[in-house]
């Protein structure tokens, strides 16, 4: 079982940066799909970003398609999302979530992870 922690979250000013981190322990994440959802108050869960075994450019939700970008670094088991010209709707909790794969695949649904961080807090002011 992967237990996965999530940081980075943080108040930021309409436009700017902020790079969450998803740091796992338990188990390798090089074996593991991973992705990263969010959450507004009020408001579904709904997916962001997810990227694959091999990693590679990654599939984004279209609202945030060339502004956030998800990576990672399997020798420290920590999966990234770099999120640059925020903006006041990017407000959410954002968890990342892993699912244990053998193949080359993208996941967007939230039905489809086995594991969960416990969220950050995003927060984006206009």
């Known amino acids: 079982q992967v237990q996965l922690v999530e940081s980075g979250g943080g108040l930021v000013q309409a436009g700017g940066s902020l790079r969450l981190s998803c740091a796992a322990s338990?188990?390798?994440?090089?074996?593991?799909?991973m992705g990263w959802f969010r959450q507004a108050p009020g408001k579904e869960r709904e997916f962001v970003a997810a990227d694959s075994l091999s990693g590679g450019s990654g599939y984004y939700a279209d609202s945030v398609k060339g502004r956030f970008t998800i990576s990672r670094d399997n020798a420290k088991d920590t999966v990234y999302l770099q999120m640059n010209s925020l903006k006041p709707e990017d407000t959410a909790v954002y968890y990342c979530?892993?699912?244990?794969?053998?193949?080359?695949?993208?996941?967007?649904?939230?039905?489809?992870?086995?594991?969960w961080g416990q969220g950050t807090q995003v927060t984006v002011s206009s």
């Open positions: 979530a892993a699912r244990l794969v053998i193949g080359d695949y993208y996941y967007s649904g939230p039905d489809e992870y086995d594991y």
């Open positions: 338990g188990r390798t994440l090089s074996s593991y799909a």
